[in-house]
């Protein structure tokens, strides 16, 4: 399984941005598909995830503002992130988790939220 992330970038406070995740290969043994952020000088941290049969989880930080969604492609999962704030700066990874076969993050995207 492969990656590719999109749809960083900058924003203003208050602003919107959806980044995109598209997944190949073997997509048939993924679980479940998220993104994740890590700030400079922080450990990496759940964002949002949603699983094959569309429940989703949410850092508290987020929930209200941030929305995961898949489109009727299912191997694509969006992240429609509003309301933006500057501690939402960071750089975003797509993950894919596929069980005992281990998880797959994609390469990360920038998001930086500053007046």
């Known amino acids: 399984v492969q990656l590719q992330a999109s749809g960083g970038g900058l924003v203003q406070p208050g602003g919107s941005l959806r980044l995109s995740c598209t997944a190949s290969?073997?997509?048939?043994?993924?679980?479940?598909m998220g993104w994740y952020r890590q700030a400079p000088g922080r450990q990496r941290e759940l964002v949002a995830t949603?699983?094959?049969?569309?429940?989703?989880n949410y850092a508290d930080s987020v929930k209200g503002r941030f929305t995961i969604s898949r489109p009727l492609v299912r191997d694509t999962v969006y992240l429609q992130m509003n309301s933006l704030k500057p501690e939402d700066t960071a750089v975003y990874y797509c993950?894919?988790?596929?069980?005992?076969?281990?998880?797959?993050w994609g390469q990360g995207t920038q998001v930086t939220v500053s007046s």
């Open positions: 993950n894919a988790d596929r069980s005992v076969l281990g998880p797959v």
């Open positions: 290969g073997s997509i048939s043994s993924i679980n479940a």
């Open positions: 949603l699983t094959r049969g569309g429940a989703t």
